[in-house]
């Protein structure tokens, strides 16, 4: 590898060739500020925050973007540099909503931080605002233009991680907005609602369509019996959001905290993901010993199943029917749960705590009513949860440690892991292997579906039979597979596809993290460890060995794909176009 030796504000430092001087200056413990940068996904120089002086050169330089070379001198603390930079910031304040302790964002800021550490007392400039645009169709996400600073880092998280593409920069100048085709809400576009724009906006421009009024309005109902599932990967990052450091594990303070919030009773998806295994494990068995079609695909991320509609529904009948764990939950709640704690079903109301937005679009899916009551009444984010609790006096950190309620609070390690990516593949491997074999497993473990590469396979042999599988994370990874089969170069039997990179430990609704932040470890692969964490502590490790999920079969739905659990527990899909008509 060749090196380049250069100076950096008095300092030599040496780095590979082709390193930005923001990267080299990192090295070095400098710190360059930036707004639009993100590596490996925004790097465009275009908010020049992060401009140095290069001896020799006559302009500014963006160091984001400015590669090295040998013999370089850079500086990055100089009068024209920090002048340059609080002019910078000085306007893009000057057309901000400075409305901050009522920001969703407020000392959550990239802005805001950018403002404190370069000493901006005032705004010089007055001059006009752009007419702001607040967008809040979406079931999932809202857009408050009055708020962008057009880093332009959503439209490449949706460009160019997602593959989706449904926000640009529409007009041009100082018209110039972030918005969906002609000025569309997002709700009228192909937005699959994962929220992977709102995690990487360093200010308020994006966020989730706020729920917790309706929770705290049931919560207050006597008549209510409020009940709240816990999906597997806010486990690993609810703490986060009470000092509590990165993929800190907090599955048992999580009951005491919502206890003491008030809810009736509460309990964990991680229940009905060990049902979701029964059920999907069982039709891939079922397709592949009666020529069903293949490649099975996973359906429990909602914003990968509504990308499918969009984009690939010649994969529609490809798609497992399981309905997702959080809607098996809502379902189960409604019926046996009902039933067997002689509570009126239309006085149950579910409350979801997920680590996704497109949960909350998922929810309010008209075929989620099997029960004759929609499933889910509210979906909650791991950011709408914490802002709760903090509400309510009550500090995560503190909490005692207590268990989930009985019966739908017992799950196994099975369904702890589909928190991560590979996950949900690896706990259907568990069962499917010893329902074929009538033989235990040897090695639970199937490392070869885990990691954080974007696209994973693996071929796994069950009683003579190899079984060809592929993961994917991330909805431009989930192409290129699906891509692979239509072409007929790929010949899988399973594969697992989750909308966000990482899985759900990535989801759009976990805490959101700045630039910083982002570059010092990869917070998905440290909260993924965390999970696989939480499975090996496990008592049971295999779905199938849940009693709780036997006993649910043997009183109320007779075994995996019955025509019980078909009404309650299987759903459709829908073919969508990708403008749909107004």
Same mark, same amino acid.
């Given at each position: 590898?060749?090196?380049?030796?250069?100076?950096?504000?008095?300092?030599?430092?040496?780095?590979?060739?082709?390193?930005?001087?923001?990267?080299?200056?990192?090295? @070095?413990?400098?710190?360059?500020?930036?707004?639009?940068?993100?590596?490996?996904?925004?790097?465009?120089?275009?908010?020049?925050?992060?401009?140095?002086?290069?001896?020799?050169?006559?302009?500014?330089?963006?160091?984001?973007?400015?590669?090295?070379?040998?013999?370089?001198?850079?500086?990055?603390?100089?009068?024209?540099?920090?002048?340059?930079?609080?002019?910078?910031?000085?306007?893009?304040?000057?057309?901000?909503?400075?409305?901050?302790?009522?920001?969703?964002?407020?000392?959550?800021?990239?802005?805001?931080?950018?403002?404190?550490?370069?000493?901006?007392?005032?705004?010089?400039?007055?001059?006009?605002?752009?007419?702001?645009?607040?967008?809040?169709?979406?079931?999932?996400?809202?857009?408050?233009?009055?708020?962008?600073?057009?880093?332009?880092?959503?439209?490449?998280?949706?460009?160019?991680?997602?593959?989706?593409?449904?926000?640009?920069?529409?007009?041009?100048?100082?018209?110039?907005?972030?918005?969906?085709?002609?000025?569309?809400?997002?709700?009228?576009?192909?937005?699959?609602?994962?929220?992977?724009?709102?995690?990487?906006?360093?200010?308020?421009?994006?966020?989730?369509?706020?729920?917790? =009024?309706?929770?705290?309005?049931?919560?207050?109902?006597? /008549?209510?019996?409020?009940?709240?599932?816990?999906?597997?990967?806010?486990?690993?990052?609810?703490? +986060?959001?009470?000092?509590?450091?990165?993929?800190?594990?907090?599955?048992?303070?999580?009951?005491?905290?919502?206890?003491?919030?008030?809810? =009736?009773?509460?309990?964990?998806?991680?229940?009905?993901?060990?049902?979701?295994?029964?059920?999907?494990?069982?039709?891939?068995?079922?397709?592949?010993?009666?020529?069903?079609?293949?490649?099975?695909?996973?359906?429990?991320?909602?914003?990968?199943?509504?990308?499918?509609?969009?984009?690939?529904?010649?994969?529609?009948?490809?798609?497992?029917?399981?309905?997702?764990?959080?809607?098996?939950?809502?379902?189960?709640?409604?019926?046996?749960?009902?039933?067997?704690?002689?509570?009126?079903?239309?006085?149950?109301?579910?409350?979801?705590?997920?680590?996704?937005?497109?949960?909350?679009? /998922?929810?309010?899916?008209? !075929?989620?009513?099997?029960?004759?009551?929609?499933?889910?009444?509210?979906?909650?984010?791991?950011? !709408?949860?914490?802002?709760? @609790?903090?509400?309510?006096?009550?500090?995560?950190?503190?909490?005692?440690?207590?268990?989930?309620? /009985?019966?739908?609070?017992?799950? %196994?390690?099975?369904?702890?892991?589909?928190?991560?990516?590979?996950?949900?593949? /690896?706990?259907?491997?568990? %069962?499917?292997?010893?329902?074929?074999?009538?033989?235990?497993?040897?090695?639970? =473990?199937?490392? !070869?579906?885990?990691?954080?590469?974007?696209?994973?396979?693996?071929?796994?042999?069950?009683?003579?039979?190899?079984?060809?599988?592929?993961?994917?994370?991330?909805?431009?990874?989930?192409?290129?597979? @699906?891509?692979?089969?239509?072409?007929? +170069?790929?010949?899988?039997?399973?594969?697992?596809?989750?909308?966000?990179?990482?899985?759900?430990?990535?989801?759009?609704?976990?805490?959101?993290?700045?630039?910083?932040?982002?570059?010092?470890?990869?917070?998905?692969?440290?909260?993924?460890?965390?999970?696989?964490?939480?499975?090996?502590?496990?008592?049971?490790?295999?779905?199938?060995?849940?009693?709780?999920?036997?006993?649910?079969?043997?009183?109320?739905?007779?075994?995996?794909?019955?025509?019980?659990?078909?009404?309650?527990?299987?759903?459709?899909?829908?073919?969508?176009? @990708?403008?749909?008509?107004?």
């Amino acid at each position: 590898m060749e090196m380049v030796t250069l100076t950096i504000d008095g300092q030599k430092v040496q780095v590979p060739k082709g390193t930005t001087v923001l990267e080299a200056a990192r090295k @070095l413990g400098i710190k360059i500020p930036t707004l639009c940068f993100l590596k490996g996904i925004n790097e465009i120089g275009a908010c020049r925050m992060c401009v140095v002086e290069v001896k020799g050169a006559r302009n500014l330089q963006a160091s984001c973007v400015y590669p090295v070379s040998e013999g370089m001198e850079v500086f990055t603390n100089t009068p024209r540099v920090r002048e340059s930079r609080k002019t910078t910031l000085e306007l893009l304040l000057s057309d901000h909503n400075l409305e901050c302790p009522t920001c969703v964002r407020n000392l959550n800021c990239e802005l805001q931080k950018l403002s404190e550490e370069l000493g901006i007392k005032s705004i010089r400039y007055q001059g006009e605002k752009h007419k702001p645009k607040y967008d809040d169709f979406s079931p999932s996400i809202v857009r408050d233009t009055s708020k962008c600073i057009l880093c332009r880092r959503c439209v490449s998280a949706c460009h160019k991680v997602q593959g989706v593409g449904v926000i640009s920069p529409n007009h041009r100048g100082f018209n110039t907005m972030v918005a969906p085709v002609f000025d569309k809400s997002l709700s009228e576009v192909a937005c699959v609602n994962c929220g992977q724009c709102i995690l990487v906006c360093p200010v308020g421009a994006l966020k989730e369509k706020d729920d917790t =009024d309706r929770v705290w309005q049931a919560l207050a109902d006597p /008549e209510k019996h409020v009940i709240v599932q816990i999906a597997p990967a806010v486990r690993v990052s609810l703490g +986060e959001e009470f000092g509590l450091g990165r993929g800190a594990i907090v599955t048992k303070k999580i009951p005491a905290a919502l206890r003491r919030m008030g809810f =009736d009773r509460v309990f964990d998806t991680d229940f009905t993901a060990d049902l979701t295994i029964m059920e999907e494990g069982n039709e891939f068995l079922e397709r592949l010993n009666h020529g069903g079609k293949l490649p099975l695909i996973t359906s429990c991320s909602p914003g990968w199943i509504k990308f499918c509609e969009h984009y690939y529904p010649e994969f529609l009948e490809n798609l497992s029917t399981c309905k997702s764990p959080q809607q098996m939950f809502g379902a189960v709640a409604k019926t046996y749960y009902a039933e067997k704690m002689g509570i009126d079903p239309s006085k149950i109301f579910v409350v979801s705590v997920m680590p996704c937005t497109a949960k909350k679009y /998922e929810a309010q899916r008209p !075929e989620m009513r099997a029960s004759g009551y929609q499933d889910v009444d509210v979906v909650l984010t791991t950011r !709408e949860i914490a802002r709760m @609790l903090k509400e309510a006096g009550i500090d995560l950190a503190l909490m005692p440690d207590e268990e989930f309620d /009985e019966p739908l609070g017992i799950s %196994t390690g099975a369904g702890a892991i589909f928190g991560a990516t590979g996950g949900v593949m /690896e706990a259907a491997l568990r %069962t499917v292997y010893e329902v074929v074999t009538g033989k235990e497993l040897e090695r639970i =473990d199937f490392t !070869e579906v885990r990691g954080v590469e974007g696209i994973k396979e693996a071929t796994i042999e069950i009683d003579g039979l190899k079984v060809n599988v592929a993961v994917a994370h991330g909805l431009s990874n989930a192409k290129k597979v @699906l891509d692979r089969v239509k072409n007929g +170069e790929a010949n899988y039997h399973f594969i697992e596809i989750m909308c966000c990179p990482g899985g759900c430990v990535g989801g759009g609704g976990q805490p959101i993290l700045n630039a910083d932040e982002r570059m010092e470890l990869d917070y998905r692969e440290v909260r993924g460890n965390a999970i696989y964490e939480v499975d090996r502590n496990m008592p049971l490790r295999k779905s199938h060995e849940n009693p709780v999920v036997q006993q649910l079969y043997k009183e109320f739905l007779g075994h995996p794909l019955s025509e019980k659990s078909h009404e309650l527990l299987h759903t459709h899909y829908t073919k969508r176009p @990708l403008y749909p008509e107004s």
